[in-house]
């Protein structure tokens, strides 16, 4: 007995060392170490791990075999574009304060291009040198187009480029939408429809660029449905009937936002957590950019190709965006980094992108399944290696083009009125929405008068919230800050009493 429990505690201790050692014995190796590296590339980004792994040991061979120094990749990696806007902002304003040019950091990589202008309009970013050493990438019929489906695919200053493609979209759970008996979703309208109740997963935009990027693209499309469709009324100009379809395509925007966040389960900051719990299973469907839902449909194919969650592109709902790469103001190992720019859009930069692993010019560990920026690059010698062949975003008529007077302005306050109509107020939203559900009549119509109380969202109108556009744009002290923050929540109430209301003459079926 005595042999016994001494063989059991050996094995014990052995189990426990196994534990402490693994992770040191099986962890990543860098490429190279910081302390023997000749030069160090200073990035911040808010991609993934496997984005930054695949990039960092193909350019760091790609910089040994030109220069033969050796490079250490410092990945800063501090959260989302809002949390790197905020980092950026503080920074450089330390900087300015101080006379400094630079912030100790040379490259800003990935993000969208909405945090790329607003670096390039506060004077934070450097001209390329790559449209200068490579301006046969650029422009005519296989260059890098300026604009494509109305979104900037460089700056017109060249201050940023975009190296990859992205679009907005909706990942879903395959066994979910069994278990509801539900349709794959084609479009935005599908997410607002009562059986997704409780089993939507959404970001919140003021945390998300590209959640918030997806909400506008919604809000677009109802408003090109508006245009497409109005009519002119008797004694109206031309201008008015203009101005009409856009506040009403607004509103319907709005509507169906209210009611894709009245299915929602929750809101999360970091939409990458999104396509992660619609694969566990926690939700059945969520709004994504492509690449997170591409991601998760790689890593979780089984033998026979298959996948337990899926991505579409809503139909007519998105435009095509790019990613952008930027070289920051006062870097101080500005050599590489623009060379690293450069890398970014040679055909090997590009094809790492979407080629399968292990093909020529391919990723080393794994499928990133982005789109590749250079329209060149898209010819049949390539696409045999291409993890997406079959997605030709050059080819045809795009069925989306972005309007950017449209609610390109209004993207800020935009974020902000859908955190107070939909966040600040989800629990009251959501019970309003369950006992409009509840009370559905046999015709499959809700309670008339409870459904126009809970979509009543006049206080965030296309007029007003170009009046929130300039209240949240003016610079403040802390005083007038905390008006601002009272006028919000001020506004959250209001909401709060309306879906209250909502809840009340559901329960009276009115």
């Not at 006062?330 to 292990?358: D, H, S, Y």
Request: charged letters at 30%; proline letters at 5%; one cysteine or more.
């Amino acid at each position: 007995m005595i042999k016994k429990f001494a063989r059991n505690e050996v094995y014990v201790i052995l189990g426990l060392l196994f534990v402490a050692i693994a992770p040191l014995v099986f962890q990543k190796e860098d490429p190279v170490n910081a302390d023997d590296a000749d030069v160090r590339l200073i990035i911040m980004t808010p991609h993934n791990e496997t984005i930054r792994r695949e990039f960092g040991e193909a350019f760091s061979e790609f910089w040994l075999e030109k220069t033969g120094e050796t490079v250490y990749m410092d990945w800063r990696t501090p959260g989302g574009t809002s949390e790197i806007r905020l980092i950026l902002d503080g920074d450089y304003s330390r900087a300015d304060a101080r006379g400094y040019e630079g912030i100790g950091v040379d490259v800003l990589f990935g993000g969208g291009a909405y945090i790329f202008d607003k670096m390039a309009s506060k004077g934070r970013l450097q001209k390329l040198d790559v449209f200068d050493n490579h301006k046969e990438w650029f422009g005519g019929e296989k260059g890098i187009r300026q604009n494509f489906t109305g979104e900037d695919c460089y700056h017109k200053d060249q201050q940023w480029v975009g190296v990859c493609l992205s679009r907005f979209g909706i990942c879903y759970n395959v066994d979910g939408l069994e278990r509801l008996g539900l349709e794959i979703p084609k479009n935005w309208d599908d997410l607002g429809d009562p059986k997704y109740f409780g089993h939507v997963a959404l970001a919140d935009p003021t945390k998300s660029g590209s959640v918030a990027k997806a909400f506008e693209m919604l809000i677009q499309q109802k408003i090109h449905e508006e245009l497409q469709t109005v009519t002119r009324e008797p004694g109206e100009s031309h201008e008015r009937m203009t101005d009409r379809a856009k506040s009403e395509g607004w509103t319907k925007g709005f509507q169906l936002i209210q009611k894709i966040s009245a299915n929602a389960r929750y809101f999360t900051d970091s939409a990458s957590k999104i396509p992660h719990d619609v694969a566990q299973g926690d939700a059945v469907a969520g709004m994504c950019v492509d690449f997170y839902g591409r991601a998760y449909n790689e890593k979780l194919k089984k033998v026979d190709g298959s996948s337990r969650l899926g991505w579409i592109t809503p139909s007519g709902g998105t435009s095509t965006s790019v990613d952008p790469v930027a070289v920051l103001r006062g870097a101080e190992n500005g050599e590489i980094a623009q060379a690293f720019v450069e890398f970014l859009l040679t055909e090997k930069g590009q094809l790492i992108w979407n080629n399968r692993p292990g093909t020529p010019n391919g990723p080393k560990h794994y499928a990133i399944r982005r789109l590749p920026v250079r329209p060149d690059l898209y010819t049949p010698d390539r696409l045999q290696y291409f993890t997406d062949p079959e997605i030709m975003p050059y080819k045809g008529e795009p069925d989306f083009i972005y309007k950017p007077e449209l609610t390109g302005a209004l993207f800020t306050a935009m974020r902000q009125a859908i955190k107070v109509m939909c966040i600040d107020t989800h629990d009251e939203l959501t019970d309003a929405w369950e006992t409009l559900i509840e009370h559905t009549r046999e015709d499959g119509t809700m309670p008339p008068f409870a459904l126009q109380k809970f979509n009543e969202v006049r206080l965030f109108s296309y007029k007003k919230t170009y009046e929130l556009k300039v209240m949240l744009s003016k610079e403040r002290t802390k005083k007038e800050y905390l008006r601002v923050l009272d006028k919000l929540n001020r506004l959250a109430a209001i909401f709060r009493r309306s879906y209250a209301d909502s809840q009340k003459l559901a329960k009276q079926n009115r």
